[in-house]
């Protein structure tokens, strides 16, 4: 999932990368600024991250907590319903419902669930068409009528056909209609009507298609249709083409709803489930280098000690080369070489043995190095309650923002945009209560 959030979000880093060539540790607020509004950040969201910025050196955690936060509506909830689970789905023409509707479907069937295809858009030319040749391709049966039929009638039958054959999913198009046009807000008011008619509490989901390169020119739209019939989530398509991947913070932002998909390309399985944690990272990790902890730190300076020590060269013994002597009888031969013997075996004895001193001295050297560097780790008392720190963070998805004292902290929680306390106590962090 990761792979397919990261790639579709190649232009819009390709952009990033025009104002941050280089990664960094750290941004200033002004770099930051550019940066946002390079990625098609709203400017007034802009203004409200920066503000709630306290820090002047901007790290990747702080700014990851301030983008999740504008995503705090991004979770959903699947309501309770009685099969099948019908599901509205509507947009402007162009933003690519048709399609957006057969990945729906695909991604249904990949789990087992039955699906039936209602062609409401009786409004454009060929959109019937093009729904029923999806529907041929995934082999799903689809309800339809002529162009220009009463498409609140497409969209009744298309659920009592389902309720009769024991359907699992009723996916529904609509015609694309602009905000703008009263005749067709009208209608689509009336489908929202003759679906609970058809199927009480039906539909169960409207879904909003928008069209990624469009940007937070969406919002506008969006907002329209949210009052006509109310939207309960988002689909963002053509993420892959757009440069513009920021304005997703904007829309969740503006729209106070959840992003369900996002489309990244045009195969069937190109129909991604969003997942913000995923998606942020996918874009910070254009900006920011890697960083880390305190405990690997520790952990490569220890190896690198130890690897200084073991590659300090070793002292090596001369052995002194002797010529041969010339030829001599057997007797003076042996009888000199007794005497050479006696002579030079005790200094070579002891040059040995002092070279085997030094090595042994040497090793011990080497593992107190190493017992020296551990201990001062092993003695360090507020060891243990860095660490837990450091896990309680990441669990909790927090970023520390200041240590008040050893064992109060000041922090930032990643969903929301409210900063607060912890302490440690009884041998573990926890929020103070």
């Known amino acids: 999932m990761f792979g397919f959030i990261k790639k579709s979000l190649g232009k819009t880093v390709d952009a990033i990368k025009t104002v941050a060539p280089k990664k960094k540790t750290h941004f200033t607020k002004d770099e930051l600024e550019d940066i946002l509004l390079e990625a098609d950040v709203a400017y007034d969201l802009v203004e409200i991250i920066l503000r709630e910025i306290y820090q002047e050196k901007v790290t990747r955690e702080i700014l990851k907590s301030k983008l999740l936060a504008t995503l705090r509506y991004a979770d959903y909830k699947e309501p309770e319903f009685t099969p099948p689970f019908v599901e509205l789905v509507v947009g402007v023409n162009g933003a690519g419902k048709t399609t957006t509707i057969a990945k729906m479907a695909y ?3 990949k789990e087992g669930k039955t699906v039936l295809l209602g062609a409401g858009d009786t409004f454009r030319a060929a959109a019937i068409e093009q729904l029923t040749l999806w529907a041929n391709r995934l082999n799903i049966p689809i309800v339809s009528s002529k162009q220009g039929h009463d498409s ?18 009723v996916i529904i198009d609509t015609a694309g209609r602009l905000h703008t046009q009263k005749n067709l807000a009208n209608e689509l008011k009336k489908i929202n009507r003759i679906c609970d008619k058809a199927h009480s509490g039906a539909p ?7 069209d990624g390169t469009q940007g937070n020119s969406a919002i506008t739209q969006a907002k329209a249709f949210d009052e006509m019939i109310g939207i309960d989530g988002i689909i963002i398509t053509k993420l892959d083409g757009t440069a513009k991947g920021g304005s997703i913070f904007s829309i969740a932002y503006a729209l106070e709803l959840p992003i369900l998909y996002v489309g990244t390309g045009e195969q069937p399985e190109n129909l991604t489930p969003f997942d913000k944690y995923e998606f942020v990272d996918g874009l910070l990790d254009a900006l920011f280098e890697e960083e ?5 730190k520790t952990a490569e300076k220890i190896s690198e000690e130890k690897l200084v020590t073991e590659s300090k060269p ?7 080369q002797k010529t041969e002597p010339e030829p001599e009888t057997v007797v003076a031969k042996e009888e000199k070489e007794e005497i050479t013997l006696q002579e030079e075996a005790p200094e070579e004895v002891q040059e040995v043995q002092e070279v085997q001193e030094v090595q042994e001295v040497q090793e011990v050297q080497e593992v107190q190095e190493v017992q020296e560097v551990q201990e001062v780790i ?3 008392p507020n060891r243990e309650k860095e660490e837990a720190l450091e896990k309680f963070l990441i669990d909790e ?5 200041k240590m008040l004292s050893d064992d109060v902290a000041f922090v930032n929680y990643s969903n929301t945009p409210i900063d607060t306390e912890i302490i440690y106590k009884d041998g573990k962090w926890q929020y103070k209560s």
Do not use: C, M
Request: proline fraction near 2%.
């Open 204 to 210: 169960h989901r409207t879904l909003l298609i928008i």
């Open 314 to 320: 070793k002292p090596e013994v001369e052995i002194e």
């Open 152 to 169: 609140s009638a497409v969209a009744y039958d298309a659920i009592d056909s389902a309720r009769a054959k024991g359907i699992d999913h």
């Open 107 to 109: 991604n249904y069937q």
């Open 397 to 401: 998805r927090l970023i520390l923002l």
């Open 292 to 296: 880390t902890s305190n405990v690997e």
């Open 378 to 380: 092993e003695e360090d």
